[in-house]
């Protein structure tokens, strides 16, 4: 009864009275209110140096071994933000642009509300998502306004999305840009022309000679028009050239150039692209005009209707402006996920896409290990906290853009505020310009910020990337190779009682491993010297392992490949393993490749 009374407007709205914090204005944006903040944040993002952006979604993983592990490479990282970003779904998307003028932040905060309906009821942008329940709970704690959200968020198609949706639905658009004529057309080509022209010829003339026609003649008019194939578009004749290839299509506009009151236009039918061109008859040159007019009307329109929120992303894109976020590896895979297309299969792939999108990243993570640890700070608030205890460098606010006193100005959209400070306040203590004489736009990153940009991390209980760990307070790397995951545990479930276990049983001694649960029915367990890994796997193989089973990280790395996100680690290794077995000599050379992989794939024991 609790959490519903939270969903709905008036407990949301009485809740958030009892926030304690500053009060930070922020413009909150929702389906109503959306066409005239477009041209507001536009304006914002092309004057502003930086945009910070902030993502609040409905989870994050759906089992506890997926969450990104300090025992994760950066390949299967990816893997697991893969999984997530195509599960769960955005429903508030912070944008602040910013600039910095001496130690004056100036801040443009949006926060967006954005919800995946089907608009042109064509089954995208999502037919279902999950959520997680802690998610949902702290949002709900924070007044977040569900209602608002589902019946008057913003919603949005991706870029892929958005070109599966035109050949859904079928529509009419101009011909961009002028089709550049062949050098040489084949004898087929020309007669195929030559009957274009030919037909247009005549239905042209039909047309005006049955504006000349007595109305007792209408008879024979209609006839008329019915042979040439004439229809009428909108009140202007028109008349629809059918093809049979992508390839004529340049060939019907080029036969149409010779006719200057003729408006070509693109039929894209239901699944198949290009159907056919449309040939429209204007009475006179200031009709021509006036209809390309509309006609660049009405696909504007739609283009809002089908991109919806993603107008935002193409405004951040289209200005080339850094992107500086918090969590870099989840947010970014989200966003490109919702907006860009389908998350490519391998990191490397990800990484020069996202190119594309955003030439520049730069995530606080990076500039905040230039400080100190931050291991156990995994949030923007924790983070700042620690910088105002230890080092002098205030930071005046600046937000330009007043909500309106009846927002919801105390908590939605805050948490982007505080990564644009703290990105400020780092740069700060680091002596980082952010600022240029004669208020230039920033045209190249400082050096400091070159070395980290587009580099990803996550903060969700996760080391570097690049490499995986173990424990604290060793700085020992060791290979992925010297990784054994261990379940079957039965009572054993706590990391002392397995690890007496193995010293008692297997004859090893404990400075010799270490180990670690991932979940409730798996551990793992490094081993610094190869030996004894190789010792400890032949008797645990041999002997039954007291019902323990084992596997290499190369099959960690399968399981997560293979997208086998069972609630439990251990069933997930059980699957891999039969899998395996059917397929043992096939297997056993990928897995020799696989190791030889390892090689690269070092510990740094530091980072958990």
Known sequence: MFFKRFLCSHTAARHRHHHHGKRWSVKQVTNSNFSEALPEIKACIFNSDFVAVSLQK??????????????????????KVKDAATRFQILQFSVCPFSVKGSKLIAHPFNFHVFPRDELKVGMPSYSFSCQSSYLTSMAREGFDFNACIYNGISYLSKAQESAA??????????????????????????FMERIESRVKNWIRACKDSNKTEVADALISSLRKLVAGSE??????????????????????????????????????????????????????????LLEKEIQDTEHQQRKLVRGFREVIDLISTSQRPVVVHNSLYDLAFIHSKFQAPLPSTMDEFKNSLLSLFPHTLDVNHLMKEIGPFDKMNNVQAALSYLERRFSAP????????????????????????????????????????????GERITQLAPSLQRTSNTFSSKVHTADVDGVGIRSGNSEKVSTD????LWGLKNRKSSRNLK???????????????????DRTCAVVVFWNAGVLDRFLGMVEGSGGEGLRCARYNTYRRVCESGLWKADLAECFDEALDESETL?????????????????????????
């Open 584 to 608: 043992s000599r096939t297997e056993a050379k990928l897995e020799e490749s696989v190791i030889y992989w390892n090689d690269d794939e070092m510990i740094n024991l530091d980072d958990l």
């Open 166 to 191: 035109k050949i859904q639905t079928g529509n009419l658009s101009t011909v961009s840009g002028s089709v550049e004529p062949s050098a040489v057309y084949s004898v087929a080509d020309t007669i």
């Open 58 to 79: 409905t989870g994050g993983h759906s089992a506890t071994w997926q969450r990104i592990l300090p025992i994760d490479t950066a390949e299967t990282a990816y893997l």
């Open 482 to 485: 010297n990784l054994v995951f």
């Open 395 to 438: 930071i005046d606010m600046d937000i330009s853009n007043q909500a309106e006193e009846t927002e919801n100005t105390n908590t939605h959209g805050h948490n982007v505020l505080r990564v644009c400070q703290l990105f400020v306040k780092l740069c700060s203590i680091l002596k980082i310009p952010l600022e240029f004489p004669g």
């Open 500 to 518: 007496n276990l193995i010293c008692d049983s297997y004859n090893v001694l404990s400075e010799e491993f270490d180990v670690r649960m991932l």
């Open 232 to 289: 009428v578009f909108g009140s202007r004749p028109s008349l629809t050239i059918d093809v049979c290839s992508e390839r004529q299509v340049p060939l019907v506009i080029e036969a149409l150039k010779e006719f200057v009151d003729v408006v070509p236009l693109h039929v894209t039918a239901k699944g198949v692209g290009v159907q056919a061109v449309r040939a429209v008859l204007t009475s006179s040159k200031e009709d021509k005009t």
